[in-house]
């Protein structure tokens, strides 16, 4: 129906909008990878700080049984901050301008650990305590044992939160763009001021696929770092099918 439609010159309203955001983000696609890179530029630290940072909050919280739910309880928290007046607030705090790059990634960073936090407390907490105790009668010391058992074993865990934290901070970053900040973001702003759907439409989308782009550059990246999941679960299924027989 649409290809007779299309043949007779008459193409459906909704199809011509769509056509012309394409077209809107075809002659504006220099500013749209410009932004692009610039929302990577401030999302990307962001990410990886909140890994670096919340691993050892988790793994001190997992020490301190007594105070685990309130230290991860506590971060989680902090998500519970609205991110605009987090981004305003937090230049007071770092003595940065408000449009400063490091002040959109130590807020990003916070709402990471609120959501990495978690992740990481239960995925150190599943390694089994007898898988411990054989690496300590084995030589290992804390420090040891904790790069080269607890955190591989962990891995999965920490894997599912950081795939959590990259789309939610993909996300946000979006809306230091209310600040003056040039992130993919500022697509929505100006389409807005200047009444281009076009802008705002082709915005979203690339948000969106950027989120989905990092999301499938780290599952590859866990792919590779831990092969033997892959096994796992092939193990899984053909356990399933021989109980299916």
Known sequence: MASRLILHGQIPEPAMEFLDWLRWGLNNADRVLTLTLEHLALSLPAILASLVVSVPIAAAANR???????????????????????????PIILGTGVRDTINVIVALTLFGISLMVRSAADGLA??????????????????????GVDLPLAGPALLAGL???SVSTISLVSVSAVLGVQSLGSLFTD????SIVGSIVIGI???????LLIDLILVLVGRLLMPWTRMERLSGRAAARGRGR
Do not use: D, K, M, N
């Not at 049984?65 to 981004?87: D, K, N």
């Not at 389409?191 to 200047?194: H, I, M, S, V």
């Open 64 to 90: 301190i049984r007594v105070l685990r739910e309130v230290i991860v309880s506590g971060t989680g928290l902090l998500y519970a901050i609205p991110s605009l007046p987090l981004f305003i607030v937090l």
């Open 163 to 165: 795939r959590v934290v």
């Open 191 to 194: 389409g807005f001021q200047r």
């Open 205 to 211: 989308l690339a948000t969106a696929l950027l989120a």
């Open 126 to 147: 599943a390694v089994p305590e007898h898988v411990r105790l054989a690496a300590t009668a084995q030589g290992f010391s804390a420090w040891r044992r904790f790069l």
